[in-house]
């Protein structure tokens, strides 16, 4: 059996701080809406039923964190879970079970 790399100490910060970002109810919503299709603060509000600063804010950790892109669709702006980013956090978990 071979044996699994221990994650580097950079790894460990990078996963924590992911993790964090995980740790609240309303950016695993936005997340789980983002993850059925892209949409706008508006949308996310209604569906949510949450104000928009509070989306607002949610929603520019989790940019600033690099689990959701931004693009500007007209007067709108629309937002897409980053899968890859997503992924890579599943991949991490993997790694911390024998």
């Known amino acids: ?5 221990r994650p580097s100490k950079s790894e460990l910060r990078e996963w924590a701080r992911d993790f964090k970002l995980l740790g609240d109810p309303t950016r ?12 706008n603060v508006t949308s996310l509000c209604k ?3 949450l104000k928009q600063p509070t989306i607002s804010h949610h929603l520019g950790l989790l940019r600033m964190g690099r689990l959701v892109t931004s693009v500007r669709k007209g007067k709108s702006v629309e937002y897409t879970a980053e899968t890859s980013s997503l992924k890579a ?10």
Do not use: D, F, V, W
């Open 1 to 5: 059996m071979a044996k699994r790399k």
């Open 28 to 39: 695993i919503g936005i997340l789980a809406e983002l993850a059925a299709k892209p949409q």
């Open 47 to 49: 569906a949510l039923k």
């Open 89 to 98: 956090m599943a991949s991490a978990l993997g790694r911390l079970t024998p």
